[in-house]
């Protein structure tokens, strides 16, 4: 635990928000350098080191992928935590620091569990990846992803994510989401009348608010027996002009993040081309919306990880990298020691023991791997 401590330690110390990776890369660079790894490669938003598979056996044409993001959120308000959020300290069995549990612990146990075999007989090949910017769209694991399918020839490869699933969890999928803004207009007049409200783009606005929660059942025909509901839930409102406090609004925009199971996914231009039409709005995409992806809970890796640590699989209730690895054809879950309740807040830590447990898990894996 030692090594685990001091390595958890040097991450977090290192300032990694979104789009600031580059300190952090180098250093993994370095760190997969003199471990020895046979073949390191860093890119602007990923950094990757490999073990090739060698021994007395034919090696086979596959790849265990060992992966987690190294970026973080923000730190936030300072004076909410107890220690500085990249000064790295030890208490009561927990490593406190930003990142710790989303997720450099995770990336901890990847790089010193792949770390432990280099040197020996391998049949599969090993890798392990940090990526940037997740924590905005996971340009770090779609560009490895896409780098991965392009320049490496694997007969088959699985792919583990080391995010915060507290070692209780597999997640076996994902609802896929579109973050959307939806546009509404109306007539704007004098506020002291009263029936200029109705005609307003707000009228509109409040009309669509007071039927979210029919719309939400509504949607519930679409469910899936593995990924559950879809839902749609209005995140911010924009409308009117503050320095007109006597004028009705003209115009309102609502950002709207809609997850979405595979059954939604087949006719959601149609369902919200309906409730534009009822509801009197336009819509768009604000950023490229992301699929759904299910792993077939039935494959061996997924049954190899379930038998060694006891965890359930589920779906992730969130959205997370999953889908840029299965798009090119790499079956993945995600597994790793961080909790969940930790993650984007202040004074964030990891449990040592599950770090520990992580480590001796993914070990185990691998070297059942080896043998399968």
């Not at 447990?357 to 059942?368: D, V």
Request: proline share 3%; net charge negative.
């Amino acid at each position: 635990m030692e090594k685990a401590v001091d390595l958890l330690k040097s991450l977090v110390n290192i300032p990694s928000s979104s789009g600031n990776e580059e300190e952090i890369l180098i250093f993994l660079e370095k760190w997969f350098i003199e471990k020895q790894f046979d073949f390191v490669i860093r890119k602007e938003t990923f950094v990757a080191g490999q073990i090739k598979a060698k021994g007395k056996k034919e090696p086979k044409k596959e790849a265990i992928i060992l992966t987690g993001h190294v970026d973080t959120v923000v730190s936030g308000h300072l004076a909410d935590w107890k220690f500085s959020p990249t000064d790295a300290r030890v208490e009561e069995g927990k490593l406190f620091g930003l990142g710790a549990s989303d997720m450099k612990g995770g990336d901890v146990g990847n790089l010193l569990a792949a770390a432990s075999f280099i040197g020996k007989d391998l049949s599969q090949d090993i890798w392990v990846v940090g990526t940037a910017n997740e924590e905005l769209d996971g340009k770090g694991s779609e560009d490895f992803a896409r780098y991965f399918s392009e320049n490496w020839s694997y007969d088959s490869a699985c792919c583990i994510i080391a995010e915060p699933t507290d070692l209780e969890k597999i997640y076996i999928g994902q609802r896929g989401n579109h973050f959307m803004k939806l546009h509404f207009s109306g007539k704007a007049g004098h506020a002291s009348v009263q029936e200029h409200f109705q005609q307003s783009a707000l009228g509109a606005v409040t009309y669509f608010l007071e039927n979210i929660e029919q719309i939400v059942e509504d949607l519930k025909i679409y469910k899936n027996s593995q990924l559950g509901l879809p839902t749609f839930v209005v995140t911010s409102i924009l409308s009117g002009d503050e320095n007109s406090p006597n004028k009705t609004a003209d115009f309102a925009e609502l950002v709207v993040d809609c997850r979405l199971t595979p059954e939604l996914e087949e006719v959601f231009e149609q369902v919200m081309s309906e409730l534009a039409v009822q509801y009197h709005f336009t819509h768009e995409d604000i950023v490229t919306p992301v699929l759904s992806t299910l792993t077939d809970n039935q494959a061996p890796f997924i049954q190899l990880l379930t038998n060694l640590s006891g965890a359930k699989t589920t779906a992730a209730s969130g959205s997370n990298e999953q889908g840029f690895f299965e798009n090119v054809g790499i079956r993945t879950v995600v597994f790793g020691p961080g909790q969940h309740e930790q993650c984007h807040i202040a004074n964030e830590s990891i449990i040592l023991e599950k770090l520990e447990e992580h480590i001796e898990i993914l070990q185990s894996f691998i070297k059942k791997m080896q043998e399968s």
